[in-house]
């Protein structure tokens, strides 16, 4: 799931989980979505009693262009 869609992100996380019920989810924002934006929706009070937020994996490429 992209993270880019700005405000409308915790109206298709709500979706997703309604329909899809899913596990887990894996957030992957590309440099669009700011990580702590992001944590913010997550663990919000709309979904606090639905989402149990765990884990929080960060990759950096260190490489200098």
Do not use: Q, W, Y
């Amino acid at each position: 799931m992209c993270c880019s869609m700005g405000a409308s992100l915790s109206k298709t996380l709500s979706v997703l989980i309604e329909h899809a019920s899913p596990d887990r989810l894996i957030i992957e924002p590309t440099g669009l979505g700011h990580p702590e934006g992001i944590m913010d929706t997550l663990m919000n009070r709309s979904f606090k009693d639905i989402l149990d937020v765990r884990a929080t994996v960060c990759l950096l490429d260190p490489r200098i262009s």
